[in-house]
């Protein structure tokens, strides 16, 4: 997959993509690391993860 070789993640919130090498705001959950492009996802995310891996 050609975000696996240019190191993007995909911001589970906001659908944006995210550069894993240089993202601010990440955090993990059940053994994956999640990248945000902004603290604000990060937050929303951490409150209700689950909200936002089910989409």
Known sequence: MIFEVMNLAIDPVCKMTVDE?????KTEYRGTTYYFCAPGCKRA???DPEKYLKS
């Open 21 to 25: 090498k240089t993202a601010k705001f």
């Open 45 to 47: 995310f951490e409150k």
